[in-house]
């Protein structure tokens, strides 16, 4: 369960965050809602989360992920075409989060 609540939080997380940039600035009311309520979602997520995986491994995660999706969707909707740098930068990302998930031996609360 605490992965589905991890996928949750990387979710909510991506949903403020792109909501973010739609609230120029807070200044629109309906995106501003939108990012308030889904990173208190997303860090009550992680609380629950935090019950039974390591704090660093969690967060590990959840911002590697979290990075991710929102260069991808800074790149689809916001046409903010990462450069090749910043391509390797998120494959070194996601393979982090690769290692830490498949090879870590590091113990569950």
Do not use: C, H, N
């Not at 991506?14 to 739609?22: D, H």
């Not at 916001?78 to 494959?91: H, I, R």
Request: aromatic letters at 12%; a neutral charge.
């Amino acid at each position: 369960m605490p992965y589905v609540f991890l996928s949750l939080a990387i979710a909510s997380e991506v949903v403020a965050t792109t909501a973010l940039k739609a609230s120029a600035e807070f200044t629109k009311p309906v995106p501003s809602i939108i990012v308030v309520v889904g990173y208190a979602v997303s860090f009550y997520l992680l609380t629950l989360v935090l019950r039974s995986l390591p704090v660093g491994v969690t967060y590990a995660i959840w911002a590697g992920m979290g990075i991710f999706l929102i260069a991808v969707i800074g790149a689809v909707y916001y046409k903010e075409v990462p450069d090749l740098p910043a391509v390797v930068g998120m494959v070194l990302i996601i393979a982090g989060v690769v290692v830490l998930q498949g090879f870590s031996k590091t113990p569950a609360a």
